[in-house]
């Protein structure tokens, strides 16, 4: 065969078309072209219209085992959370009906008591609701100002408590308000009484150590008296009524060389916030008269006379 009988063209195998570059130039181009068409004319707004409604079908079916697993764990934490509500709300349940029964023996064991010894009931005292307008201005004192006066019927030496416990006592009274020494105070001082033990203490203000703090003075060092425990008013001091929440104590120093313990105490109340308070008739003015002194009773004469 001829050389000039051959074909000067490259087989098909060879052929290669244009180059790389310049499709990538075209595709490019035809890319760009089609974004800004979409973007400023939503040219394919129409496919994929027509994609979304096409593939809704296998979408669904795809993401059908997610939300039945999902359901199933759903359904069986909401199954567990129940059993386990319910669980606790018999115990409350059991608790509180335990306490309840307790309750009732207690009352009753008391109005048997009282019965028997022909002890007067506890005096309920009336009371009076006011709000807290401000703190005293001396920075050295732990004092409040009481939107409630003289004439609104608060006396001096009056209990103020809020909703958790005792906050002080009225110690200045004015006709429209009043000032109200907190039970943090350095001068103040009240009597308690141990819930768990039952031993009498009085509590006084700190606020050298402990900021808007107490302790508890007095207490021998090997005194029954560990943390944790409520301290309730006595009710002996003739002002706050038995069975008030006061404090619970917070720390306990015992020394070998000391009589007494350190024992320091956190007020329940909220005597750094509280802005609504109740203030209380001092039971003094409701309890009955003291008996008189020993030195006064004049001896009886020949006859029984004075």
């Keep these: 065969m001829a050389l000039a009988s051959l074909g000067r063209e490259p087989p098909p195998f060879f052929r290669q078309g244009p180059s790389a570059f310049s499709r990538l130039l075209v595709f490019s181009s035809l890319a760009l072209l089609l974004m800004v068409a979409d973007a400023r004319f939503a040219l394919m707004q129409p496919l994929r219209t027509a994609l979304s409604v096409v593939l809704y079908p296998l979408q669904w079916l795809a993401v059908r085992p997610v939300l039945l697993i999902q359901g199933a764990q759903s359904a069986l934490g909401a199954v567990t959370a129940n059993e386990a509500t319910l669980a606790a709300l018999r115990q409350q349940m059991a608790t509180e009906s335990q306490r309840a ?9 008391n109005r ?3 019965d028997l010894l022909a002890l ?5 005292p009336p009371s009076v609701a006011a709000q807290v307008l401000y703190d005293a201005a001396d920075p050295y ?13 608060l006396h001096l030496g009056a209990p103020v408590l809020d909703e958790l416990g005792v906050l002080g006592q009225v110690t200045r009274l004015f006709p429209l308000v009043s000032e109200v020494t907190l039970i943090t105070d350095r001068d103040h001082a009240i009597p308690v009484l ?4 039952g031993a009498r203490g009085v509590a006084y203000g700190d606020n050298f150590n402990h900021a808007d703090a107490m302790e508890l ?3 021998a060092a ?8 409520l301290l309730t008013t006595s009710g002996v001091d003739g002002v706050y009524p038995a069975g008030l929440p006061v404090a619970r104590i917070e720390k306990i120093e015992r020394r070998t060389d000391a009589v007494f313990a350190r024992i320091y ?3 329940v109340a909220l005597v750094s916030g509280a802005t609504q308070v109740l203030v209380l008739h001092p039971l003094g003015a409701a309890a009955p008269a003291r008996p008189p002194a020993a030195s006064e009773v004049q001896p009886l004469k020949p006859g029984g006379r004075r």
Aim: include cysteine.
């Design 120 to 124: 007067q009931s506890r005096l309920e």
């Design 141 to 153: 004192t732990r004092k409040v100002i009481l939107d409630k006066g003289e004439l609104q019927g």
């Design 222 to 229: 090997n005194a029954d008296v560990a943390v944790g425990d």
């Design 194 to 197: 141990n819930a768990r033990t």
């Design 217 to 219: 003075r007095f207490m």
């Design 265 to 267: 105490c956190t007020p």
């Design 101 to 109: 029964n307790q309750a009732d023996q207690l009352l009753l064991e």
């Design 112 to 114: 048997r008591l009282r």
